[in-house]
């Protein structure tokens, strides 16, 4: 029986980065209600090579990063909210990817940004990118301000029940495509 790959993806440039606390927290939770492994991976894994203008260019390291994302069973996604909206080398890694490969594929959408004015980075922007490749977003996401997430300190109430919810849907989804293979 092959292992269910979930991969973690986190749109930041630079580490640490708070929008991989959310990641490294469902990770977390999936692990331990679950059993389900994540790999975590940040843009900046990819490296400088990520900017390539094709696939065909992209270099080792970048390349790895795409793929990585593409065989995923199910992506956790960490998305750092800048001026309004997602990262562009965050937007750039999907447009290196074929519309049909996350076709049915299980998302659970994790954002930060500078304040409740960005929250819905999630529903307007995120959640459409993968509705274009077809891949199946739980319906609840994640979405905390930077002020909420203080380095060290546990999350607050309302972050951690949504997590909770999201974790269950997002593993519910998981397994019915585990299902749906066998």
């Known amino acids: ?10 749109g930041s440039s630079w580490r640490p980065a708070k929008s991989r606390v ?5 990770a977390a939770g999936l692990l331990s209600e679950h059993g389900l492994k994540t790999d975590v991976l940040d ?16 270099d080792d390291s970048a390349r790895t990063v795409v793929e990585a994302v593409e065989q995923a069973d199910g992506l956790v996604i960490g ?47 995120l959640r459409p990118l993968f509705g274009f490749f077809e891949a199946c977003t739980v319906s609840t996401a994640i979405y905390a301000s930077s002020g909420e997430l203080a380095p060290g300190e546990p999350l607050g ?15 519910a989804l998981v397994s019915g495509r585990q299902a749906d293979a066998a």
Do not use: W
């Open 1 to 10: 029986m092959r292992t269910t790959r979930i991969v973690g993806f986190c």
């Open 22 to 26: 959310l990641v490294e927290a469902v």
């Open 79 to 125: 998305c750092p909210v800048f001026q309004g909206s997602y990262p562009g080398l965050f937007k750039h890694l999907f447009d290196l990817i074929e519309p049909g490969v996350l076709r049915n594929r299980p998302v659970l959408l994790t954002a930060v940004g500078g304040g409740l004015r960005h929250s819905l980075v999630v529903e307007h922007q």
């Open 157 to 171: 109430p309302m972050i951690t029940a949504r997590l909770a919810n999201a974790v269950e849907q997002f593993a």
């Open 43 to 58: 843009l900046v894994d990819a490296g400088c090579g990520i900017a390539a203008f094709t696939r065909v260019a992209l």
